[in-house]
């Protein structure tokens, strides 16, 4: 079974509904038990760093998803909340990836959204996918390029459009929104 953290963050449904098409059994908790016995976890997020920071916290979730020793896939803004501080609210993090998470410089083309390439693929999460592939992307702050790095994408600045530490997997982009090859991570992912 696949936790999916229910913390009033967007897209927790779209992440299921792509779970269910790959034919995974999944649920939508916040439920601390649930989440630390599951086979896997996924931290979706759409939202604000500040305002989501303070409900996980509300919850307890801030404490439970560093422990966490399966596979934990972060999502766009929950890649964000799994690095140590993010300008963004000026919000602390969880600190899983010692990463700075920046708003990016240029105010009249933010956010990034929409289709871009991920290139310099470095973890078994990308198995079967293909150096420079088309990923979807919506955020205004990006991570910083780091050892943790998995792929790189560029949009005014290179930026970590993936990250890995140990059992923690993340992903500025929607993998759920990004097509075939969204869908070829989610199994890999599933596949761990």
């Known amino acids: 079974m696949i936790a999916i953290i229910k913390y009033n963050g967007g897209n927790v449904s779209s992440v299921q509904n792509a779970l269910n098409r790959l034919g995974a059994d999944s649920v939508?908790?916040?439920?601390?038990?649930?989440?630390?016995?599951?086979?896997?976890?996924?931290?979706?997020?759409?939202?604000?760093?500040?305002?989501?920071?303070?409900?996980?916290?509300?919850?307890?979730?801030?404490?439970i998803i560093p422990t966490l020793k399966q596979p934990v896939l972060g999502i766009c803004l929950g890649m964000q909340l799994m690095c140590k501080n993010n300008e963004e609210g000026n919000t602390v993090g969880m600190g899983i990836f010692d990463i700075h998470v920046k708003k990016f410089p240029a105010k009249d083309i933010i956010p990034h959204m929409?289709?871009?390439?991920?290139?310099?693929?470095?973890?078994?999460?990308?198995s079967g996918i293909k150096e420079e592939s088309d990923v979807y992307f919506v955020h205004s702050f990006y991570c910083e390029l780091s050892e943790d790095t998995t792929s790189v994408c560029d949009y005014i600045l290179p930026f970590s459009a993936s990250l890995q530490k140990d059992n923690f997997?993340?992903?500025?982009?929607?993998?759920?929104?990004?097509?075939?090859?969204?869908?070829?991570?989610?199994q890999n992912f599933l596949n761990l």
Do not use: C
């Open 28 to 63: 939508i908790t916040d439920d601390f038990e649930l989440i630390k016995n599951a086979e896997k976890v996924i931290f979706p997020g759409v939202g604000e760093a500040s305002s989501t920071m303070r409900i996980l916290k509300e919850k307890g979730l801030d404490q």
């Open 114 to 126: 929409g289709w871009n390439t991920i290139s310099d693929l470095k973890s078994t999460i990308y």
């Open 169 to 186: 997997y993340a992903m500025q982009f929607h993998p759920e929104k990004s097509g075939k090859t969204g869908r070829q991570l989610l």
